[in-house]
């Protein structure tokens, strides 16, 4: 399989999972603005969420760019990601109809955790397989960021039980760490052309 074919069905997943998103939000009962701020939750979670999807595919995609060849390993470590992207809208849908309660925010989080170690996986399945002289692994360095990223998301996950606007704040922290996209890829592809 060629890497196009791998990009193109994660795009299309990823589409998807938005799309199912987009499709949970429901009209405000009323047609005034109390009616609309009562919904506040499920859009604040549904933008974090959207922001969140946004950076998986912005970042895969320049991940795959980076990517030689695929293998067998590498399209199974794509769809453990994939499976735990798709979880984002039912636990999105949760967290912004219990107004962000403690097991919902937690549970958000272990997903976002889950999709971040998978992520985790796929970049080192494919550095496994471009070897140590790649310009991937180059590229990623130590992923400081990446390990950054799941420590928060660890603690937040911790924290929901004890106060989830701080978890929720943590997931927060890491989109924004994360919303301008990740150049080390693009750098050093750019740079060996």
Do not use: C
């Not at 589409?15 to 009562?38: F, K, N, Q, S, Y």
């Not at 970049?123 to 310009?135: C, F, L, M, Q, Y």
Request: net charge positive; hydrophobic share 60%.
């Amino acid at each position: 399989m060629t890497k196009t074919r791998l990009e193109a069905f994660s795009d299309a997943v990823i589409a998807i999972i938005m799309t199912i998103m987009v499709l949970g939000l429901e009209a405000p009962a009323g047609a005034d603005w109390l009616a609309l701020r009562a919904l506040t939750p499920v859009f604040l979670t549904y933008a974090l969420s959207f922001a969140l999807l946004a950076i998986y595919w912005n970042n895969h995609h320049h991940l795959l760019h980076a990517t030689a060849h695929v293998d067998g390993a590498i399209l199974w470590a794509n769809m453990h990601l994939l499976f735990w992207l798709s979880l984002v809208p039912f636990v999105t849908a949760w967290v912004g109809a219990t107004h962000f309660a403690p097991v919902p925010t937690a549970v958000y989080g272990i997903v976002q955790l889950l999709s971040a170690l998978a992520y985790w996986v796929l970049v080192n399945t494919i550095v496994a397989r471009e070897g140590p002289h790649s310009a991937l692994r180059a590229a990623i360095g130590r992923d400081v960021k990446g390990k950054v990223s799941i420590l928060i998301y660890a603690a937040a996950v911790a924290l929901a039980f004890a106060n989830p606007g701080i978890a929720a704040a943590l997931y927060v922290v890491v989109a924004l760490m994360w919303l301008v996209p990740d150049r080390r890829i693009e750098t050093r592809m750019t740079g060996e052309r």
